[in-house]
């Protein structure tokens, strides 16, 4: 995903997002389906987004409806280079943690995330909380319903940016009034997912009350509603092999976006052998979408490595890009760590998982 830092001469900034189930029981078709239109008749208006390649190792980043979907609770953090090839690119940061209460069938939650970009260092914080309540449908479906209610802080240093004015006065002092710094604002999220032991498929929307952050304190600053869509399968190979070394599974998924006039489909496919883990990505809509004339909707591939030892879950994702940027960005690199307090242990349970590939 591209993404645009905007910023005119009264000093206005707004990072954009950019290019930016067979036996599943008609009831749980029904109310997910419903979800999903609601959500779809939202409002639009301007906005900012951090985004990452390796999706479902930040689970709680995608769609708070995974908050306490593990095994037992889990912690996780992801680190993000975007573009390395540009001066003062796209760095992005998450840390999450969460845990489920068996008791009441209840996830809960925190994210962490911080965002740098820019001569400017235009910084976005968030702080999160998550809660996720879990239903089963029957013997072999299940579905999960997740809110997030929580901050943004966005700031700027001003000191390291140059404005038109003074340009015309050769570089030194501007005549403008430096605005505020810092902006903070109350921001919510919401989430579903239903699923069985093969299928999953979710839908959740962010910025659902369009908090404004504009650092001139002017309004014209709304983060726009974003609405993501997401699924797959997991198809195993040997199913009845008991070895785990030996387990072997492929699953494709997609992971559609769209926030205001910018939509974004990432669609690939991962190979899993016990402790391996591998995937290809492609991102873009080409047929269907264009950038504008002339430029296709293509944005980057991307490989990705994944390890699971005992507790810990690791991956190394590469972005490469297929735009035209392909000279100048150098892709990008994502490291994502993730450990589950528990060690897990293969014994028969009620509980149905999320079969999403988990490293």
């Known amino acids: 995903m591209k993404r645009l830092i905007l910023i005119d001469f009264k000093g206005r900034s707004s990072l954009y997002l950019r290019k930016g189930i067979s036996g599943i029981l008609r009831k749980g078709i029904l109310l997910f389906a419903i979800y999903f239109l609601l959500s779809a008749n939202s409002k639009n208006a301007s906005a900012q987004d951090m985004h990452f390649t390796q999706f479902y190792s930040s689970p709680l980043y995608l769609n708070p409806a995974f908050t306490g979907a593990g095994v037992c609770s889990r912690i996780s953090t992801t680190y993000r280079n975007q573009w390395p090839g540009i001066s003062n690119a796209y760095k992005s940061y998450l840390f999450s943690a969460d845990h489920y209460i068996q008791r ?32 089963k449908l029957n013997r072999k479906v299940s579905m999960r319903f997740g809110l997030q209610p929580g901050i943004g802080v966005r700031s700027i240093n001003f000191n390291l940016l140059l404005f038109g004015d003074q340009i015309a ?14 902006k903070t604002y109350f921001d919510v999220g919401t989430g579903a997912l239903i699923y069985s032991k093969k ?4 839908t959740s929307i962010y910025h659902l009350n369009m908090p404004d952050g504009s650092l001139m304190g002017s309004g014209d600053a709304r983060l726009p509603i974003k609405l993501a869509l997401h699924g797959g399968a997991k198809y195993a190979f040997n199913p009845k092999e008991k070895d785990l070394y030996e387990q072997r599974s492929i699953s494709p998924a997609f992971n559609y976006q769209h926030q205001k ?43 990705i490595l994944g390890l699971r030892a005992d507790r810990f879950n690791i991956g190394y994702s590469y972005d490469i890009t297929i735009s035209r940027l392909n000279s100048l960005t150098q892709g990008a690199h994502e490291l994502t760590v993730a450990y589950q307090l528990c060690k897990f242990k293969k014994k028969k349970r009620s509980r149905l998982m999320i079969p999403c590939p988990k490293f």
């Open 104 to 135: 009441y069938n209840l996830g809960v939650g925190i994210l962490f995330g911080n965002d740098v970009a820019g001569t400017g260092q235009l910084s976005t914080t968030i702080l999160n909380f998550m809660v996720a309540y879990e239903v």
């Open 169 to 182: 006065r050769g570089g030194n002092v501007a005549t403008i009034e430096t605005p505020t710094q810092t």
């Open 261 to 303: 006039e910018f939509d974004q489909l990432d669609i690939g496919l991962y190979f899993t052998q016990y402790i391996l883990n591998i995937g290809f990505w492609y991102r873009g809509i080409p047929l269907l979408k264009a950038y504008k004339p002339g430029y296709s909707n293509n944005d980057a591939v991307a490989i």
């Open 199 to 202: 299928y999953w498929l979710g």
